[in-house]
């Protein structure tokens, strides 16, 4: 058995309250305007990556951040839209002036 990830493709996620999450596929599943919503699912970002490769965060400044992808929380499968609160703060991952901020 290898314990190295394949470098798949994925989608990064970014919650309009700050929230990332990674998906483990490229797919994302269909929109039900019916179903119920839950608490940090309004998706404000959706890039296409790959497991093993890097996203670029734009601060307010212009300055441009590299995030590693593998170090993302990976949401699990579901057969409706993707919820974020799975997801781990952005601040986690990077650090900056508390004057900045992030911009989707």
């Given amino acids: 058995m290898s314990l ?3 470098d798949d493709p994925c989608r990064v996620l970014l919650s309009s309250t700050g929230l990332l999450a ?3 596929t490229a797919e994302l599943p269909p929109v039900d305007p019916d179903a119920a919503r839950a ?3 309004v ?3 959706a ?3 790959t497991q ?3 996203v670029g965060v ?3 400044a ?3 951040l590299r995030l590693a992808v593998i170090d993302l929380p990976q949401l699990p499968d579901t057969a409706s839209a993707p919820n974020l609160a799975g997801g781990a703060p952005l601040a986690e991952f990077l650090s900056w002036r508390r004057t900045r901020r992030w911009s989707a």
């Fill in 47 to 49: 890039v296409a990556a």
């Fill in 43 to 45: 998706i404000v970002s």
């Fill in 62 to 64: 212009g300055r441009l």
């Fill in 22 to 24: 990674r998906t483990a």
């Fill in 4 to 6: 190295e990830v394949a």
């Fill in 39 to 41: 608490k940090h699912d």
């Fill in 58 to 60: 734009v601060t307010s």
């Fill in 52 to 54: 093993r490769g890097d």
